[in-house]
């Protein structure tokens, strides 16, 4: 696993969106996780439970749409379909998987 910076991670995905059709029902979608910082919360929550797993169909990655939603799953598998963009927690980083 190779660590990378959100703008690194967004500007993949975005290149990918490009070339790709990006929608939900997509075959050609690529994944990635967004790990958060600890910090973010009063409780100590692992690795696992601060990373959420999103995909290149969210709105966020595709240009030119009027919305900017980023929905993702949480690796523990507790918070499905999580609105992360509504959140205002710090990135640690991101990785491809």
Same mark, same amino acid.
């Given at each position: 696993?190779?660590? =990378?910076?959100?703008?690194?991670?967004?500007?993949?995905?975005?290149?990918?969106?490009?070339?790709?059709?990006?929608?939900?029902?997509?075959?050609?979608? =690529?994944?990635?996780? =967004?790990?958060?910082k600890s910090e973010n919360w009063d409780v100590p929550y692992t690795e696992e439970q601060r990373s959420y797993r999103v995909s290149s169909w969210n709105r966020c990655f595709q240009r030119g749409k009027i919305a900017h939603s980023m929905f993702g799953d949480c690796l523990d598998g507790k918070d499905i379909g999580v609105r992360l963009d509504l959140y205002k927690w710090k990135i640690d980083y991101c990785y491809f998987d």
């Open positions: 696993m190779e660590k =990378i910076s959100y703008s690194k991670f967004c500007k993949k995905m975005w290149e990918h969106g490009r070339t790709h059709n990006n929608n939900e029902d997509s075959q050609d979608a =690529i994944t990635g996780v =967004i790990v958060y």
